[in-house]
């Protein structure tokens, strides 16, 4: 995307999905000095959460209807490249036990990558659309978004988000636990009440001694909320405040059953989820002290824009988390740049003939080098698998699970036994670029075991084959570097129980 007359048109189109627990939404929109002109907006209630089944596995049916929907976006997304288009599922992708399986379908209907992001990855994106969408200055706010299977509450500054939460209540979970025959009674507010003030403990202290001068909301369920009590008069200046809430409650109590509840404001398709949205959202209220609340248009899909903005302008999330996790484990910056340039080297000879995507693997090989030591923070003789662990499991701004899980197979390959049966774990899309960037990746490292300071020229000749590849070194070099044609030879023979075909050739001098 760029902002000249050359820029073609499809690259100033960006399009944000997000998979939620309870409706998918899409929107594509134009960019235009840096502001979002929406040029189209899907919204479906394809009610993802409400399809777990007893053991936690998303039913034939909700898939179906999930298929359905991800067709018809697919049908709007047509056109558009990769790089142009960021697709994210939250809470119910993130626990559904065939969710893996799902989603090999969901890609390939869709027509283009899907991630799935942590509750904190989440947070993130939803306080970037928030604040991109109501301009935040830099007084401090806290953010809420109830979701259909979690709620997220972040406290920022601007447009960076101090500390985010995202906790495990929604609007449907609490409604098929609490809510499920459709009855409103006292008992049952009271008890979803209890269970998101339980939720709610852990973040209690630190949220209230953090303050806010202003509370945000921004969710389909916190808006709904706004209208009906904009619509029924009990709020003077359309704010959501507790005492408007507890309204809102005598008022459902009062109906007795979703069916009948006839409120000015509220559509029909909310009714069902609205007596667990309205308990989740009291108890914050009470919990953390909250006095009124603002509503929001902006959310997670305009979170997810700004956010793919950064990326293609190299403002990206993901390279200031990497840089921060080395600053955090004392990684080595300058062995780093020695075994970056060699890897970048052997990425630029290989990447045509292995079908690399310049792009993405490529990036994805810097941040694996960049990271591969931190494990040398916890010990030497297993740094790898520290390393894998901790990329693995940290929470890794602006990278989905999936990300961190494929970046982590990638650095635990990085010695020893090559990670066959990691690579087959991971999405069938991703296995090829990994086992060729994995084998980049050692050499780099094999060339640089010495930790030389000085800056070496690196004598040799790879070329790449279907099976492997041919590396040609000269005579001269391999009588200097004696180790290092150890480590080569011991390579070749991790490689090759992976059937990967490591040919050394000596060059002789003329």
């Not at 944000?16 to 479906?44: K, T």
């Not at 007084?139 to 101090?162: N, P, W």
């Not at 009440?193 to 303050?211: H, N, P, S, T, W």
């Not at 990447?351 to 923070?377: F, S, Y």
């Amino acid at each position: 995307m760029a902002a000249n007359d050359k820029t073609e048109p499809w690259e100033e189109i960006l399009a944000a999905i997000d998979l939620g627990s309870n409706s998918f939404h899409m929107i594509i929109a134009r960019v235009r000095d840096g502001h979002f002109h929406v040029l189209d907006s899907l919204r479906e209630m394809v009610q993802l959460r409400a399809g777990l089944d007893e053991e936690g596995s998303l039913t034939e049916a909700a898939q179906t209807r999930a298929l359905a929907c991800l067709s018809r976006f697919g049908e709007r997304l047509s056109g558009l490249p990769a790089s142009s288009v960021r697709a994210v599922g939250t809470n119910t992708l993130r626990v559904a036990k065939n969710s893996r399986l799902f989603l090999q379908k969901a890609r390939q209907t869709l027509g283009h990558p899907i991630e799935i992001v942590a509750g904190e990855e989440e947070a993130r994106l939803i306080y970037l659309g928030v604040a991109h969408a109501l301009s935040f200055d830099q007084k401090r706010r806290l953010v809420m978004d109830i979701g259909g299977g979690s709620t997220e509450f972040i406290i920022g500054e601007g447009l960076t988000g101090l500390r985010r939460e995202s906790l495990s209540m929604g609007c449907v979970s609490f409604t098929q636990q609490f809510f499920a025959d459709g009855d409103i009674t006292r008992k049952k507010l009271k008890a979803a009440a209890l269970a998101a003030r339980v939720q709610l403990r852990d973040i209690r202290r630190e949220y209230r001694k953090m303050g806010w001068e202003r509370a945000v909301g921004a969710s389909g369920t916190i808006r709904c909320v706004a209208s009906v009590v904009a619509a029924n008069e009990w709020s003077d200046d359309g704010c959501i405040t507790l005492e408007a809430l507890d309204k809102l409650q005598l008022a459902m109590i009062d109906a007795g059953h979703v069916d009948k509840l006839k409120l000015a404001g509220l559509s029909e398709e909310r009714a069902a989820i609205l007596p667990a949205g309205v308990s989740v959202l009291w108890t914050a209220f009470q919990v953390l002290k909250i006095d009124r609340m603002t509503v929001s248009d902006g959310a997670l899909r305009e979170g997810l824009l700004y956010d793919l903005v950064g990326r293609l302008h190299h403002d990206d999330e993901r390279e200031r988390t990497v840089t921060a996790m080395m600053k955090r484990y004392h990684v080595d910056i300058g062995h780093i740049d020695r075994i970056d340039r060699a890897a970048q080297q052997f990425f630029q000879k290989t990447a045509k003939k292995w079908q690399l995507d310049p792009q993405v693997d490529g990036q994805r090989l810097a941040w694996a080098v960049k990271l591969h030591e931190i494990g040398l923070a916890i010990s030497h003789g297993s740094r790898h698998k520290h390393a894998a662990y901790l990329v693995a499991n940290s929470d890794m701004s602006g990278f989905s699970r999936e990300d961190q899980y494929v970046l982590s197979v990638l650095i635990q390959g990085q010695r020893k036994s090559f990670p066959k049966k990691e690579i087959k774990n991971l999405a069938d899309e991703v296995q090829h670029s990994i086992r060729w960037l994995t084998v980049i990746l050692r050499l780099a490292l094999v060339f640089n075991r010495g930790r030389s300071k000085q800056e070496e020229v690196l004598d040799c000749q790879l070329e790449p084959t279907k099976k492997g590849l041919k590396l040609t070194l000269s005579e001269e070099w391999l009588a200097t570097h004696p180790l290092t044609e150890q480590d080569l030879l011991q390579e070749q023979t991790y490689l090759a129980k992976a059937k990967i075909k490591l040919k050394l050739i000596t060059k002789t001098a003329d």
